[in-house]
């Protein structure tokens, strides 16, 4: 099960990466159009560069690489039932920001939806092995 926790976590922490690495293109091309831009209706762009995308004057892709990094290292040390303690705070902005999308921005966000689904993971997963 550990690995399992592993693997969803580096999964998380590669897409958190790549949003980060999207949100740089745009800011440097305002035109660049990312893989996940499926549609009006269907864009990480519209998240990434939304009043949304922020906490605090912080990117969420960079809290969430942040996240994943400790949350890893939290794997390999004798305090790894601190990644469930970690979690639930972490759920807590998944929820908000799943509402966010879905109902305020009205946008299905693919890497967005994709994050929230690995934190619901490693929630899960944390809760169990530890």
């Given at each position: ?11 998380g922490?590669?897409?958190?990466l ?9 800011a440097?091309?305002k035109?660049y ?8 209706k269907?864009?990480c762009?519209?998240?990434?560069t939304?009043?949304?995308g922020?906490?605090?004057?912080v990117?969420?892709?960079l809290?969430?690489i ?6 890893l290292?939290?794997?390999f ?14 759920m ?8 966010i999308?879905?109902f305020?921005q009205k946008?299905f966000?693919?890497?967005c ?7 619901i993971?490693v ?5 169990n092995?530890f």
């Open positions: 099960m550990i690995i399992a926790l592993r693997l969803i976590i580096a999964l922490l590669i897409l958190s790549y949003s980060f690495y999207v949100e740089k293109k745009i440097k091309n035109k159009s990312p893989l996940c831009d499926i549609s009006s269907a864009s762009k519209k998240s990434f939304s009043k949304y922020h906490i605090f004057l990117s969420n892709s809290l969430g942040g996240f994943y990094l400790v949350a290292l939290l794997t040390s004798s305090f790894a039932s601190l990644i469930f303690y970690m979690a639930l705070p972490s807590l902005m998944t929820l908000y920001l799943a509402y999308s879905f305020i946008n966000c693919l890497v939806t994709s994050i929230y689904l690995v934190n993971l929630l899960i997963l944390a809760n092995i």
